[in-house]
Structure formats: structure tokens, C-alpha cells
């Protein structure tokens, strides 16, 4: 009869998700450019891309991104 093993105690060794933090840093000769990141949380916290969007996971501000652009100027002219 073959024995059956058993596991006790210890859990299956998972890994866990890369951040790829990496991925939002892209190095150009001796510059380094960074994506867009959160204004609330500041550098280091990146937005995420979604839709045209751009969305902070960790404090959930959202940016509109694209072609409205000229709309936020001219809210200043009065
Ligand atoms: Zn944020």
C-alpha cells in the first residue's frame, strides 16, 4: 500500500507579485524618465492607465488624459 502524504503545518510556498515598479522607469543613456505619478501621494506612487485615464490605486485619484487638455486653461479666463 502506498503512503499517503500528508502536509502538516507548512503551506505551499507561493510567490508573490512583482510590483514592476521597474517598468514605469526607462532609462535613456544617463536620464532616466519616470511615468506619471500620483500628485497626492507623490513620487514613487505611479498612476495607472486605463481608458485615457489615469487612476491612482492608492489614494484613488483619477485624471482625465487627452484631448481636452485646452479646457482646464480656459477655465481661468474671466
Ligand atoms: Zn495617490
Do not use: W
Amino acid at each position: 500500500m502506498a503512503k499517503k502524504i500528508v502536509k502538516k503545518g507548512k503551506k505551499s510556498h507561493k510567490n508573490k507579485p512583482t510590483s514592476k515598479k521597474y517598468t514605469k522607469y526607462k532609462i535613456d543613456g544617463d536620464k532616466i524618465t519616470r511615468e506619471k505619478f500620483c500628485p497626492r501621494c507623490g513620487p514613487g506612487v505611479f498612476l495607472m492607465n486605463s481608458q485615457g485615464r489615469l487612476y491612482c490605486g492608492k489614494c484613488h485619484y483619477s485624471e482625465f488624459q487627452g484631448k481636452k487638455k485646452e479646457e482646464v486653461s480656459e477655465e481661468k479666463k474671466e
